[in-house]
Nanobody, 116 residues
Framework: QVQLVESGGGLVQAGGSLRLSCAAS????????LDWYRQVPGKQRELVAS???????NYANSVQGRFTISRDNTKNTVYLQMSSLKPDDTGVYYC??????????WGQGTQVTVSS
């Protein structure tokens, strides 16, 4: 019943931009912190950004100044605006609910590929 659906990934040239969206259902969206993670092929999944119900935001150092996380509680959607993309940003990007555990806390992921 909890569902997170990511969208917006794709192929982009280095220096380009993408905006990812994550639509949530089956939760009280407004009270939940939401995270964006990414998983680079062959590497551990890493936290990219998070936004709390109160608007507190954290970014990984590697994306600071380039990515912006935001949320629209009227649409039950969290966004990740990505600019100045680098090849190292390539990976599968996942929406995450830290208040939940197991598979239901993750979306299916959306692929982001940045070419050099």
């Amino acid at each position: 019943q909890v569902q997170l659906v990511e969208s917006g990934g794709g192929l982009v040239q280095a220096g380009g931009s993408l905006r990812l969206s994550c639509a949530a259902s089956g939760i009280i969206f407004s009270i939940n912190t939401l995270d964006w993670y990414r998983q680079v092929p062959g590497k551990q999944r890493e936290l990219v950004a998070s936004i709390s119900s109160r608007g507190r935001i954290n970014y990984a150092n590697s994306v600071q100044g380039r990515f912006t996380i935001s949320r629209d509680n009227t649409k039950n959607t969290v966004y990740l605006q990505m600019s100045s993309l680098k090849p190292d940003d390539t990976g599968v990007y996942y929406c995450h609910l830290p208040a939940y555990i197991g598979a239901e806390s993750w979306g299916q992921g959306t692929q982001v590929t940045v070419s050099s």
